[in-house]
């Protein structure tokens, strides 16, 4: 079992910056946290996602430049910077774990879900 819990969304300006963290906690040696998102009548969307184990870090095209997902060496806890927001980054950001690799930016290959953090970009 893996537990997971965002915080940090909010409204920001287009333009603006927002990061998100996404605290886990549970039993396993190393898993796969990915970042998605879904806006209202659309897919949940991967977004961002990093392994525990190691410094590999896998983005959607549409972020590719704006958004970085770090982790910190010995914290259970990563991060989503969100620079450069647009209007169409509108949506709610969930944080989900997964102990099978590969597929990292595919929401149903994930096991752990947290509630997610509502972010809002007005132009």
């Known amino acids: 079992q893996v537990q997971l819990e965002e915080t940090g969304g909010g409204s920001v300006q287009a333009g603006g910056s927002l990061r998100l963290s996404c605290e886990f906690s549970g039993d396993y040696y190393s898993v796969c946290l990915g970042w998605f998102r879904q806006a209202p009548g659309k897919e949940r969307e991967g977004v961002a996602a990093i392994y525990t184990g190691g410094r590999s870090t896998f983005y959607a095209t549409s972020v590719k430049g704006r958004f970085t997902v770090s982790r910190v060496d010995g914290k259970n806890v990563v991060f989503l910077q969100m620079n450069n927001l647009k209007p169409d980054d509108t949506a709610m950001y969930y944080c989900?774990?997964?102990?099978?690799?590969?597929?990292?930016?595919?929401?149903?290959?994930?096991?752990?879900w947290g509630q997610g953090t509502q972010v809002n970009v007005f132009s």
């Open positions: 989900a774990a997964k102990t099978v690799f590969a597929r990292e930016l595919v929401a149903s290959s994930y096991n752990y």
